[in-house]
């Protein structure tokens, strides 16, 4: 089980730290972060495998945000700097599958933590 908190409402060009809390030991998950805004279809943000040696990121993310993690919390974290009105959204943990080779595709994950949202204001 996933839980992701850490969202809420700021202004455009404020930062935001999400969480994404596991109930097992996250050595044993890759984690990706999605998000969904209203209307849309919902897209990848970012992923970082087991151990941190491998990080992604969408091309709207990269230079402003970053995940990493901390295995003795059980806790992957996704920073996120100046932030724009077009990231408002519900933002999304998930556990990999394990047996893809890609980790853009929601398909590639089976456990979802209950989405946080996130609200930039212009």
């Not at 091309?59 to 100046?82: C, E």
Request: glycine fraction near 12%.
């Amino acid at each position: 089980q996933l839980q992701a908190s850490g969202g809420g409402l700021v202004q455009a060009g404020g930062s935001l730290r999400l969480s994404c809390v596991s109930s097992r030991a996250t050595t044993e998950l890759h984690v990706g972060w999605f998000r969904q805004a209203p209307g849309m279809e919902r897209e990848f943000v970012s992923f970082i495998n087991w151990n941190g040696g491998l990080t992604s990121y969408a091309d709207f993310a990269k230079g402003r945000f970053t995940v990493a993690r901390d295995n003795g919390q059980n806790t992957v974290y996704l920073q996120m700097n100046n932030l724009k009105p077009e990231d408002t959204a519900v933002y999304y943990c998930a556990k990999h599958r394990g047996d893809t080779s890609g980790w853009t595709h929601d398909f590639e994950y089976d456990s979802w933590g209950q989405g946080t949202q996130v609200t930039v204001s212009s």
